[in-house]
């Protein structure tokens, strides 16, 4: 068998040789000399690097070489995800790693900037990689070396827990993205770990799903970030928890040394997820150079395995040889390290109002309820528990807790002024009222409780409810969760796994910090039992116990629509809370929100929808309102860019990165359980290279609002469509796309004009019925027009052929089409590609 063809077979399985040799036990030694590849982008090594790590791995140690592939507990710890303790004899610095999508996690307040999701909905390359440098400068000034950051994963299941923290379901924009916003990062001198590769789409069976998919669907899909982020130059790459095609991603050799370092050229280290590593032998042969500190499979059983003779010891340098060439190519090992930049707290805020702004979507506007002028400016009702408390970010990894950040309500009523009139509605309980008095034991107090450390506080006791009722209730706490017991069922069980441990945003914790649970149960007439049970701790304890009920909840419904009829113009905000550790249930509302918002524009049809959700929303309730505006999770400006936008003072110039479905169960995913979630542990990518926009394309479905859809104060026009033949880099196989975008509006506006191109008549491969293939934001006053030039290169023309192990170019006469959205294209010409 000729080396290509065995090539092409082990990367069309991604899988089976690193089988094969977990399966073999042992891991031989590397090629004498082996070094890590070189990265087209990376930096270029300090002067006698090679020679400096030679010598250091000289003097290193067994077991302190393995320290730096496994780390440990932090003496001086800053809240961050991880810590390795460094050699300092030999002049290794401690590294330490943070969580960072949305900023810089760690115990210290920092910028939360928005999600990257709304990062994303700009169409703004440079933007984002203005929103990494501000990443990477607070997290070396918060003493952080390795930011956990970006997610290149794709939004391919609406359901996805994490949708907010990754960037679109299309390759092309999220590769752009990825590239810039690890620029950005390391731009200031963080390493950036790009993750999860590979094929991390969903949180449900996370930990142990296999996915299946194809060599071309890996390659035109889910691979195009990674591989961005590799040509942008990223020190590290962040290993999935899941299987690919058989074989845990950790552990996948097909998938980290053949694919990542041989054909990409990657010269970073790799690194698994949190508990993600489940070997030693098969993990450190397949490329994995640093379990996440706290894991079970380097360390000291990486030490017996090399004494034993199941590892050589060659295999371990090189995993070390790659993290120290990284710290090196960073100026951590340099004799005189570059000093921390003092956090600069007023920059950060400019760009995450920048970043809020350019990426709010305005999804429906009817009836000129936006923007908000003359009377309609002046009298105003605020309705939802997110348009006083801010929405600022996601839970889970991703969540940030700002040093402060104003509500939308207040930023509503500075914007609206003196002379104005701003009510506000509850609209929805979150947090719950105290339990009645009279329900309770004579002097217990449980809406504010505190517990002394190392005590244990108790109270049972005994009420009656006159008739049948449907309470939550609701939890507040700090340290170890309290027990709660109704009718001797404990209502808040403490879970083991990931998502427990991710709990945050915004239904996750009270606005004075305290972790909240939920727990929503129908209860007849007559006598029940509460039982509460918590522990001091070594820290004391807060608690608080609180209820909602159906006449709670019919009181704030009333409330909000009588303010809503009392007004000129309602904005009401609402809110879905998603975390890492689990998917979304439904793609509706939760809560009562859905039938708030029917009542409030039935009372009111200049209602606005402020949409504080992770991803894509089903909406019933959208033929009543008069405008919707998408801000997904906006970061700690998020209420002052709201309200910029709500009353007109910028345009609304993001575009949806994601398809949003009329019908959930209409989806790619669909009702197809083999695709979403799983069936008996196996998942398969049967859609293809037909991720997002793609699919709804080729089934022919409509969507509740496309890719690409996003509504101006001002009105467009297209025309005067060229396409030729253009050079990509001196080679043929690009295109040279021209038209005219012009302001036919009254005001300044921002548009993201959009460019896709058809299926190659010559491929014998699965390609989509369209692509895009380019995208241009541009700002133009009233009757202003552009000229928009666009230069698609080969490789955004090509196809992954398996047979071929390469990109080739799809030529012949290809339908070329530019507009507004993926649904709304009105120029459309025929080119051909040629290559000869």
């Not at 990284?326 to 970043?355: I, N, S, W, Y």
């Not at 919707?628 to 007109?648: C, I, K, R, S």
């Not at 994601?658 to 995913?669: G, I, K, L, N, Y």
Request: positive net charge; hydrophobic residues 40%.
């Amino acid at each position: 068998m000729s080396e290509a063809v065995s090539r092409r077979r082990a990367l069309s399985l991604l899988g089976a040789v690193g089988a094969a040799l977990g399966a073999a036990g042992c891991v031989p030694a590397p090629p004498p000399g082996t070094r890590p590849r070189k990265a087209a982008a990376a930096a270029a090594p300090r002067a006698g690097a090679a020679a400096r790590i030679d010598a250091l791995l000289e003097r290193l140690t067994l077991e302190e070489k393995t320290v730096l592939l496994h780390g440990g507990p932090d003496p001086a710890p800053l809240g961050q995800a991880g810590y390795v303790p460094g050699i300092p004899h030999l002049g290794i610095p401690e590294l330490r790693l943070a969580d960072g999508p949305a900023g810089v996690r760690v115990a210290e307040r920092a910028t939360a900037l928005p999600a990257p999701v709304l990062l994303a909905s700009a169409f703004d390359p440079a933007l984002a990689r203005e929103y990494g440098r501000v990443i990477g400068r607070e997290g070396r000034a918060l003493g952080q070396d390795v930011l956990l950051s970006p997610m290149a994963n794709l939004i391919r299941t609406p359901y996805a827990g994490r949708n907010f923290e990754t960037f679109s379901e299309d390759p092309k924009l999220t590769a752009d993205l990825v590239g810039e916003v690890v620029r950005g990062i390391q731009d200031e001198g963080l390493i950036a770990a790009v993750k999860h590769f590979a094929l991390n789409n969903q949180e449900k069976g996370r930990d142990t799903v296999d996915v299946v998919a194809t060599e071309q669907t890996l390659h035109e899909t889910e691979l195009r970030g990674f591989e961005a982020a590799v040509a942008a130059g990223a020190g590290a790459v962040m290993g999935a928890y899941n299987k690919v095609n058989g074989v845990y991603a950790c552990e996948n050799k097909p998938l980290l040394d053949e694919l990542l370092r041989g054909r990409w050229g990657f010269d970073g280290w790799v690194m698994s997820d949190r508990d993600a590593a489940h070997s030693t032998v098969a993990s450190i042969g397949a490329g994995l150079d640093m379990e996440m500190p706290g894991g079970t499979h380097y360390g000291a059983p990486l030490r017996e395995a090399v004494r034993g003779g199941s590892v050589h010891e060659s295999a371990v340098d090189l995993a070390v040889r790659r993290i120290l060439v990284t710290m090196d190519r960073f100026g951590l090992l340099a004799e005189h390290p570059a000093a921390r930049p003092a956090r600069d707290a007023a920059a950060g805020a400019k760009v995450a109002r920048q970043v809020a702004v350019a990426g709010a979507v305005l999804l429906r506007n009817e009836y000129a309820t936006l923007p908000l002028t003359g009377a309609a400016a002046r009298s105003v009702a605020v309705i939802g528990p997110t348009g006083r408390t801010p929405f600022v970010s996601g839970g889970g990894s991703a969540h940030v807790v700002p040093a402060a950040a104003a509500g939308p309500l207040a930023a509503i009523r500075q914007r609206a002024g003196k002379g104005s009139t701003v009510s506000y509605a509850l609209g929805e309980d979150l947090y719950g009222r105290p339990l009645p008095v009279k329900l309770l034991a004579p002097g217990t107090a449980l809406d504010d409780r505190g517990v002394e450390p190392g005590r244990t506080w108790t109270y049972e006791g005994a009420f009656r409810l006159a008739a049948d009722d449907e309470w939550t209730l609701l939890i507040h706490y700090t340290g170890k969760r309290p027990s709660v017991r109704l009718d001797g069922e404990e209502l808040f069980p403490v879970r083991q796994g990931v998502a427990e441990h991710f709990a945050g945003g915004l239904l996750g914790s009270a606005p004075d910090g305290l972790t909240v649970r939920r727990h929503t149960l129908a209860l007849k007439a007559g006598e029940h039992r509460l039982a509460v049970s918590a522990e001091g701790g070594p820290k004391g304890q807060r608690l608080r116990l609180r209820h909602t009920t159906k006449a709670t909840r019919a009181a704030d419904l009333a409330e909000a629509v009588k303010a809503a009829k009392e007004a000129r113009s309602v904005v009401l905000f609402a809110y879905e809370d998603a975390t890492e550790g689990s998917d979304r249930t439904s793609l509706g509302l939760p809560g009562g929100q859905a039938a708030l918002i029917q009542a409030v524009a039935a009372a009111n049809p200049r209602t606005t929808v402020v949409l504080n959700t992770s991803s894509s929303t089903t909406m019933p309730w959208l033929p009543r309102t008069g405008a919707v505006l998408q801000m997904y999770y906006p970061g700690q400006e998020g209420a002052g860019a709201t309200a910029d936008v709500l009353f007109g003072d910028v345009d609304p110039g993001g575009r949806l990165t994601q398809t949003f479905p009329a019908d959930e169960r209409v989806t790619p995913v669909g009702a197809e359980l083999m695709r979403y979630p799983g069936v008996g542990g196996r998942q398969e990518y049967s859609e293809g290279v037909h991720v997002g926009h793609r699919w709804y394309d080729a089934q022919r479905v409509a969507p509740l609002f496309p890719f690409g859809h996003g509504l101006s104060y001002t009105t467009w026009e297209y025309d005067k469509l060229v396409v030729r033949p253009g050079a990509d880099h001196g080679r043929r196989g690009g295109l040279r796309v021209e038209f005219t975008v012009r302001n036919t509006g009254r005001r300044t506006g921002t548009e993201v004009a959009q460019v896709y191109v058809g299926p190659s008549p010559d491929l014998k491969l699965d390609q989509p019925v369209r692509a895009l293939a380019g995208y241009r934001r541009l700002t133009l006053a009233p009757g202003r027009a552009q000229r928009v030039v666009m230069d698609i290169d080969a490789r955004t023309l090509s196809s992954w052929d398996p047979e071929r192990d390469a990109w080739v170019v799809g030529t012949g006469r290809r339908g070329v089409f530019a507009g507004r959205s993926s649904r709304e294209l009105p120029l459309r010409a025929k080119a051909v590609v040629a290559t000869g």
